[in-house]
């Protein structure tokens, strides 16, 4: 039962979070929406920032979920990313990047959720890197999966204005051209 009194509580803050923003959200709205009472969220999350922080690692560990199964399905490396940015970029509850949010709302650099945003953004574009055609030097794959992610930010804030798929069509375009400016 604790269990899903936490499951709730995640679910329900990222769905908040993503609607109204972080700061904004209370714990009083976050117990209201999960069904779960302040004395177990207090149970299971020490503050709000700490549900926020775990918020965060979940979705860093879905999204690195995502680019590790779905990419190399598509079957077209790392371009695969902006298919699946193009699809999700379509939906009418498209709401952004929890961890860009995290970042434009905590910008002090020793804030656990600015951490846990900046951990999502470097996990990202290692796994980025790892993702490029064995052509492109090990050593550039560091700095490219950073370039790549700066489109994929890029796109994610454009979409939520867009509403639609363009912003990762734009988006693939240009790296399309990034990496062939490297496999050349």
């Keep these: ?23 904004s959200v209370t714990v009083d709205q976050l ?27 979940h979705y860093n560990e879905g999204w690195r979920a995502m680019l590790r199964e779905q990419v190399p399905e598509r079957g ?16 009418p509850d498209y709401r952004g990047c929890l ?11 020793d804030h656990p959720i600015h951490r846990a ?23 550039e794959h560091k700095q490219i999966g950073r370039q790549l992610l700066q489109l994929i930010d890029a796109a994610m804030l454009t979409a939520l204005h867009d509403a639609s798929s363009r912003p990762a069509a734009e988006a ?7 990496l062939g400016g490297h496999l050349d």
Excluded: C, N, W
């Design 117 to 139: 945003a900046v951990e999502h953004q470097e996990s990202t574009a290692a796994d980025l890197g790892g993702l490029l055609p064995p052509a492109i030097p090990t050593a």
């Design 76 to 91: 077209e490396g790392v371009l695969g990313v902006f298919d699946i940015l193009a699809e999700r970029f379509a939906e």
């Design 172 to 178: 693939r375009a240009t790296a399309e051209a990034l």
């Design 1 to 23: 039962m604790a269990r899903q009194a936490r499951q709730r509580l995640l679910e329900s803050a990222r769905e908040l979070f993503a609607a109204e923003g972080i700061r």
């Design 31 to 57: 117990t209201d929406a999960s069904g779960v009472g302040r004395g177990s969220f207090y149970r299971h999350f020490g503050s709000k920032d700490d549900l926020v922080v775990a918020v965060l690692a």
């Design 99 to 109: 961890a860009l949010t995290a970042l434009i709302e905590f910008r002090d650099p």
